[in-house]
């Protein structure tokens, strides 16, 4: 895997510089909107939502940007994460294909998301800022930020859909050990939080309705800074650590995958593996099969429309070009709560459209039968997000039975499912269902989408 770019790690296998997919594109990324001139969103229009550190990190062009030393020496405590061979589960499966996965599952929040919650509370801490707020849906994105504030000393406000608020009060009890403030949404604490509860007071929230009142939050307060966990350049940049680690790791190895898979909610778990890969072959490389696995009850790219849509349910985010089921989509309440959201990473959404990546969607009880397959071979027990990663490679490795293939699959096993395991009491109890979503809702979500000037 020679090439010009070399991804540099230091003497401790930690990644020196992010990798920015933005600067091998064959194509640039359509722009960020205004959502009121819909004209281009300039640095200075999304100042009272984030640092400048990071909003010159999500428009920026460089190949690479150097990883500051502190945010380093915090992925030391777990980085770089294992690549492990699924010996055992290629045997059950009767494959001749290799299977391997890379784990992030042993970061301290359980998945790959303090890979960008410690770099966001770092900038911020850089600039001043003393408080965050957020959204959470199943609580791995609130733990994470939670973690990374109580790192640098930063106060930070979590908004927690109501219905996972309630369902998964051990996902809330670790955002507060770490110190943050959990509050069920919608909440009485923001203009957009009381409008959903006049009209609909118990009302389950949304990632949409979260996302909503965390903006607000921030737009109306000078000291509070917002920061997300998924969907943005900056956040995807900040999880190519992980792709990087693989590729020195299949090295040394004296292995080369030939398929790549991640799921996805917003993008970023799968961007981060396999983002460093693409830019390989976007460079003259070899080529691969990148796999975005996502949940049929919430199927943005393989049902979405391309379009201009908002982040979020009450309209404050900018515009951006995204595959979206509609902001005002409520999927149905399937357990993989991190990947209910209605829209899509732009820069995934862009790389689909050029035909650089497919896209599959799974229901979720096919999803649980590969979860419980691979922890009863490797031990493991993946979250319910990841078990959709785990089910493409499983299939993928069938696919290779059938017709005799022996290729290497890699797919990211992006956390751990131990604070999920009501999910797993509800499939052994057979009483997990495959939510259909409603296709009406759909429809009216689309025909409700910002009009845009092509
Ligand atoms: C949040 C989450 C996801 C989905 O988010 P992406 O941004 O698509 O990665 C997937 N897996 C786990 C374990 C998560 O916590």
Known sequence: MSDQVKYV????????????????LPKPLPPVLHPGTKEPVGPGDLEPL??????????????????????RDVYRTWRPTPLMRARRL??????????????????PAGSHKPNTAVPQAWYNK??????LSTETGAGQWGSSLAFAGALFGIEVTVFQVRVSYDQKPYRRALMETYGARCIASPSNETDSGRAILAKTPNNPGSLGIAISEAVEMAAKNPDVKYSLGSVLNHVLLH???NGQEAIKQFEMAGDDPDVIIGCTGGGSNF?????????????????????????????SLTRGKYAYDFG???????????????????PPGFHAGGLRYHGMAPMVSHLYELGLIEAVAYHQKACFDAGVQFARCEGIVPAPEATHAVRCAVDEALRCKQMGKAETILFNLSGHGHFDMAAYISYFEGKLIDQKYDEGELAMALAGLPSVAA
Request: aromatic fraction near 10%.
């Open 9 to 24: 790690l230091d003497e401790t296998q930690i990644p020196k510089f992010w990798y920015n997919l933005a600067a091998d």
């Open 50 to 71: 984030f640092p400048m550190a990071l909003i010159l990190q999500e428009v920026s062009a460089e190949r690479t940007i150097e990883i500051p030393e502190p945010i």
């Open 90 to 107: 290629e045997q059950a499966l009767g494959t001749p294909a290799k299977i391997y996965y890379k784990y992030e599952g042993v970061s």
């Open 126 to 131: 850089e600039q001043g800022i003393k408080r």
């Open 239 to 241: 999880q190519t650590v």
């Open 271 to 299: 961007a981060g593996l396999a983002f460093p890969f693409l830019g390989l072959q976007l460079r003259g490389g070899r080529k691969r099969r990148f796999i975005a696995v996502e949940p049929a009850a919430c199927p």
């Open 312 to 330: 979020d349910t009450a309209h404050l985010t900018p515009l951006v070009k995204m595959h979206t089921l509609g902001s005002t989509f409520i």
